[in-house]
């Protein structure tokens, strides 16, 4: 099934953390909390601004970005879980430093 946010909203898939043990203690899924980090599916057209013209948004597919904790709605589509929210509840953009960047 294919899902098209409306105006100003955001499909998002959580990016899961890699497990890992510390000190020998395994912590239950469900115990865990809910990873903060995502990456965008699909976007919305945008805000419709004065005049009737269409403002678009920041974010767009593939981007990864960070979220708050208790940010959107969860929804779930063909057994995949999904967060959608407002461009606004989006925190910030996750971009990869370039390589061989100077000083």
Not at 49 to 76: H, M, Q
Not at 82 to 93: D, G, K, Q, T
């Amino acid at each position: 099934m294919k899902v098209r946010p409306l105006h100003d909203r955001v499909l998002i898939k959580r990016i899961e953390e890699k497990e890992g043990v510390k000190g020998g203690i395994i912590i239950p899924d469900t115990a865990k909390e809910k990873p903060m980090e995502g990456e965008v599916v699909a976007v919305g057209p945008g805000t419709q601004a004065e005049g009737g013209k269409r403002e678009p948004l920041d974010v767009k597919a593939g981007d990864r970005i960070l979220f708050g904790k208790y940010a959107g709605t969860e929804i779930k589509i063909d057994d995949q879980d999904y967060v959608i929210m407002r461009e606004e509840e989006i925190l910030a953009v996750l971009q990869e430093a370039a390589k061989g960047a100077s000083r």
